[in-house]
């Protein structure tokens, strides 16, 4: 089966704490972002990457950092310098960079106490 | 402003309805424009997406583009239960540019 994984669904951390979502994917493609999902907004870009070892801020990256070192693989952690982590986190991919075809995966549910 | 819009519902429908949802957005530069269906705690799908002006038609779904008044749509027709979920548009300037997504609009459909 290709497509993107997330993991974990639902996340439950403390104030303070550090944390690293998952996301995985088998369907070859060059580039991955990183979005968060608030009631009432749309989707926000937190980071993308267009190629592995490369990876570029998007419109909120503060207290959000990324790493690219495999092509499959794009995590994201959520330093505890974001003031408002709890949100729904999707990650998403697709074949070349910036190419408006976005596959995306389950999504991380993190709740923040 | 907000560069997209996008009225967030619900929008509550029997089945078998012809169903409109629709964005407005600002920024004339905009070229290509997407649907994503979202259900309930999923990551989105993408449903449909048109470049420039005019019509694309899918099955059950149409999707309009009138860039003259800076607006676009999805038509369901015949709508199902099935088709309840959150619709959200998502539109960018060119194929290198990052999407700007809608805050996406509910759709119930009973039976």
């Known amino acids: 089966d290709g497509g993107i994984t997330q993991s974990p669904k639902y996340l439950f951390r403390k104030e303070g704490q550090n944390v690293t979502l998952s996301c995985e994917q088998n369907?070859?493609?060059?580039?991955m972002y990183w979005y968060r999902q608030d009631p009432g907004q749309g989707l926000r870009l937190i980071y993308y990457?267009?190629?592995?070892?490369?990876?570029q801020k998007g419109d909120i990256a503060e207290g959000y950092s990324v790493s690219r070192e495999k092509k499959e693989s794009f995590p994201l952690t959520v330093t505890s310098a974001q003031k408002n982590p709890t949100a729904f986190y999707l990650c998403?991919?697709?074949?070349?960079?910036?190419?408006?075809?976005?596959?995306f995966g389950p999504g991380t549910r993190l709740t923040v106490t | 402003q907000k560069e997209v819009e996008q009225d967030p519902g619900p929008l509550s429908v029997p089945e078998g309805a012809i169903v409109s949802l629709n964005c407005t957005y600002s920024?004339?530069?905009?070229?290509?424009f997407m649907w994503y269906r979202q259900y309930s705690r999923k990551g989105p799908e993408l449903l449909m997406y048109?470049?420039?002006?005019g019509n694309k038609e899918d099955g059950r779904f149409t999707a309009q583009v009138d860039k003259s008044s800076k607006y676009i749509s999805l038509f369901i027709r015949d709508s199902q239960p099935s088709d309840s979920a959150t619709y959200l548009c998502?539109?960018?300037?060119?194929?290198?540019?990052?999407?700007?997504f809608g805050t996406g609009t509910r759709l119930q459909v009973f039976p």
């Open positions: 048109t470049y420039s002006s």
């Open positions: 920024n004339s530069a905009f070229q290509y």
């Open positions: 369907l070859n493609h060059d580039a």
């Open positions: 990457s267009q190629i592995v070892n490369d990876f």
């Open positions: 998403a991919s697709s074949i070349l960079a910036g190419n408006y075809e976005q596959y």
């Open positions: 998502a539109m960018s300037a060119s194929n290198t540019d990052k999407l700007i």
